[in-house]
């Protein structure tokens, strides 16, 4: 099941369980949209991997299987991204 991570990783902005401007990678790393086009060309900066739009869950699934909240913020890992695609770094 996703996590559904509260944040975007590179700028800390609040990404509620039901917004559609939530983006993540294949491990769930979790960035908004604008980060995730302008600064990070759509590639996790973690694993390299491509950027997709999170799901969002259902309401009464949502009562049932809370979003996480855990914040991960990472603005570091973002600066200078596209010259280190690989490794991901367990969050």
Known sequence: MLE???NCEACDRDLPA???EAMI???ECTFCAACAQSRLGGRCPNCGG???RRPR???DS???????TRR???PAAVVGSDERPGNHAAA
């Open 4 to 6: 559904l991570r509260p």
């Open 18 to 20: 039901d917004s559609s």
């Open 25 to 27: 990678c294949s491990f």
């Open 50 to 52: 491509e950027l997709l």
């Open 57 to 59: 869950r259902p309401a």
């Open 62 to 68: 949502l009562a049932r299987h809370p979003a996480s």
């Open 72 to 74: 991960v913020y990472k």
